[in-house]
């Protein structure tokens, strides 16, 4: 079990010594605290405004490829973010939404989206562009005055890139982290102006003024509805200051919120598992934003996921525009000095495994695969230090979120790509519930599957992940009751083991303040759920789950 104390404190001179002076507090030996589980991890205390972080892609590609060394074998720690029962708390960085909480299909399909998108009552003023990048686009103002960015499709793959970023954005948003509201929009090339002194970027050279005619230029390059109609996605300008990206390892020295190294964060080592499935290999620190928002007293940080893009079959080609996924994307880092070295002594004999896969390719919806696709071998565009210190209970845990999106939900998500071509958004949605399952199974047989640990009509009941996903049959479970002393830390049998099918666990009648029940899952078929699960129940003044501890 992890202990929480790191989510009530936060780094100061103060701070160590009233710990210090603590130390002999006999409510520091206690197991549990009264507050148990921490749900919310409170980093969202002012601070001053820090300074934003500037990152390129070259830069951050030296540094993870060769700068930053993945973790020796046995030397990871465990997360450092988790409550009592194995949770993440809410946070500056996280939310618990579907994991833990029931959703409904359309907040689930509405995603961060809080309002109905631009303004269309008024014409929209660019008051930024840029020609280049993999999808060429502009920064506009609608009537309201709020800001969006828009970017396009190439009329040779409708949808591609814009169904991507929105799906993804609503994936990522279901699944607890903070991401921008994204909308397809459809728009009449006269509802869009350039603004007074805007500017356009182009690459490798300075600012250069926009002007209606390198708008009209940009527009005659994207692709349209049949009714001349041009296809985008509007994301809407995240609330705050944007002050960045955040780095997957480390921590901002000018934040005094930010004390978990971020390697060492649960929801970015799982979000590893959860951009496998989602073949999101542009998972990268510049692919983040932070955003200062600003409250009474100053303001705090709050860290979003950012540009979907090129997630699922979408990507880029040689000349960085948009384009199917390239086959290597998911296989192989773009700087990978072994596999190219094995080519090279082999004269070219030797062939990379990923050169044989064939891929059903839709001008939607790009090039993704399930039969090739292994979790555990599934790589980032470049290594990532959270990703290489996720162990398996982050693994477990982000599997257990992942087992939440039914086919109707997969489905209801696909369906807001709005590719306009059924049987490309069929197929992608059988790509995704493939890859679904083989994290799955994958995830939820290496330990107890067992979750959702909660108090019903007197009862401990629980749901079994790897049944529900029919990874394999059950036979029932192993129970043992004990009363458990918070002061001391040790257990008593409150009688022999017993063996039930049922998902619901009476609880034992006046026994002690606190009691433990520790769980095995019987299936011949999946020995590594034979694991213990204990639960910890505090069952005064009223019945509470506590704590969970997994072997």
């Given at each position: 079990m992890t202990s929480a104390g790191s989510l009530r404190s936060r780094p100061s001179l103060a701070a160590a010594v009233?710990?210090?002076?603590?130390?002999?507090?006999?409510?520091?030996?206690?197991?549990?605290?009264?507050?148990?589980?921490?749900?919310?991890?409170?980093?969202?205390?002012?601070?001053?405004?820090?300074?934003?972080?500037?990152?390129?892609?070259?830069?951050?590609?030296?540094?993870?490829?060769?700068?930053?060394?993945?973790?020796?074998?046995?030397?990871?720690?465990?997360?450092?973010?988790?409550?009592?029962v194995g949770e993440v708390p809410d946070s500056s960085w996280f939310t618990n939404r579907i994991g833990v909480r029931p959703l409904s299909l359309e907040g689930i399909v509405r995603g961060p989206n809080r309002g109905d998108g631009p303004d269309f009552g008024s014409p929209w003023e660019v008051i930024r562009g840029k020609s280049g990048g993999i999808t060429p686009g502009f920064t506009m103002r609608d009537g309201r005055g709020d800001v969006y960015f828009v970017k396009f499709d190439p009329p040779a793959h409708f949808g591609l890139s814009t169904g991507a970023e929105v799906i993804g954005s609503k994936f990522f948003h279901a699944m607890g982290y903070f991401v921008p509201e994204n909308w397809i929009v459809n728009f009449r090339d006269d509802q869009v102006r350039v603004a007074p002194g805007a500017k356009m970027r182009v690459r490798g050279k300075k600012p250069q003024p926009m002007t209606d005619a390198t708008l009209r230029a940009m527009l005659r390059e994207v692709a349209r509805l049949p009714d001349g109609r041009v296809r985008s996605v509007m994301s809407r300008a995240v609330p705050g200051k944007p002050m960045g990206p955040h780095k997957y390892h480390g921590t901002r020295p000018d934040d005094p919120n930010d004390v978990i190294p971020h390697e060492d964060r649960r929801e970015l080592r799982g979000y590893r598992v959860f951009s496998a499935w989602l073949n999101h290999d542009d998972s990268r620190s510049l692919n983040s934003i932070n955003s200062y928002v600003k409250t009474g007293d100053g303001g705090y940080l709050v860290h979003y996921l950012q540009d979907f893009s090129s997630a699922?079959?979408?990507?880029?080609?040689?000349?960085?525009?948009?384009?199917?996924?390239?086959p290597r994307a998911g296989n192989e880092y773009v700087v990978e000095p072994a596999p190219v070295a094995k080519t090279i002594l082999t004269l070219g004999i030797w062939e990379r495994p990923w050169h044989k896969v064939r891929y059903e390719v839709y001008p939607q919806v790009g090039a993704i695969e399930a039969d090739f696709f292994d979790p555990d071998r599934w790589k980032p565009e470049?290594?990532?230090?959270?990703?290489?210190?996720?162990?398996?209970?982050?693994?477990?845990?982000?599997?257990?979120?992942?087992?939440?999106?039914?086919?109707?939900?997969?489905?209801?998500?696909?369906?807001?790509?709005?590719?306009?071509?059924?049987?490309?958004?069929?197929?992608?949605?059988?790509?995704?519930?493939r890859r679904r399952?083989?994290?799955?199974?994958?995830?939820?047989?290496?330990?107890?599957?067992?979750?959702?640990?909660?108090?019903?009509?007197?009862?401990?009941?629980?749901?079994?992940?790897?049944?529900?996903?029919?990874?394999?049959?059950?036979?029932?479970?192993?129970?043992?009751?004990?009363?458990?002393?918070?002061?001391?830390?040790?257990?008593?049998?409150?009688?022999?083991?017993?063996?039930?099918?049922?998902?619901?666990?009476?609880?034992?009648?006046?026994?002690?303040?606190?009691?433990?029940?520790?769980?095995?899952?019987v299936s011949p078929a999946v020995p590594a759920w034979s694991r213990r699960v204990d639960v910890f129940v505090r069952t005064t003044p009223s019945p509470k789950v506590v704590g969970v501890e997994r072997e």
């Open positions: 009233a710990a210090s002076l603590l130390l002999a507090s006999p409510a520091l030996a206690q197991r549990f605290l009264a507050d148990d589980p921490v749900w919310r991890d409170r980093d969202d205390l002012p601070i001053d405004e820090p300074g934003e972080i500037e990152l390129n892609t070259p830069y951050d590609v030296v540094e993870h490829t060769f700068l930053v060394r993945p973790p020796k074998p046995g030397t990871i720690r465990p997360a450092q973010n988790v409550n009592t699922f079959g979408s990507g880029s080609d040689w000349r960085r525009m948009v384009a199917p996924q390239n470049y290594p990532n230090p959270a990703f290489d210190r996720m162990l398996p209970e982050d693994a477990a845990w982000a599997a257990r979120i992942v087992a939440r999106f039914t086919d109707e939900i997969v489905r209801a998500i696909v369906r807001e790509g709005d590719f306009r071509a059924p049987e490309a958004e069929n197929h992608l949605v059988s790509m995704l519930l399952d083989k994290v799955l199974d994958r995830y939820l047989r290496a330990s107890n599957p067992l979750g959702d640990f909660r108090l019903e009509g007197g009862a401990l009941a629980f749901t079994n992940h790897g049944e529900d996903a029919k990874l394999a049959p059950v036979d029932g479970y192993e129970i043992e009751w004990f009363a458990f002393d918070n002061d001391e830390g040790t257990t008593s049998a409150l009688g022999p083991p017993s063996r039930t099918r049922e998902r619901s666990l009476p609880l034992p009648a006046g026994a002690a303040d606190f009691v433990m029940a520790r769980i095995r899952t």
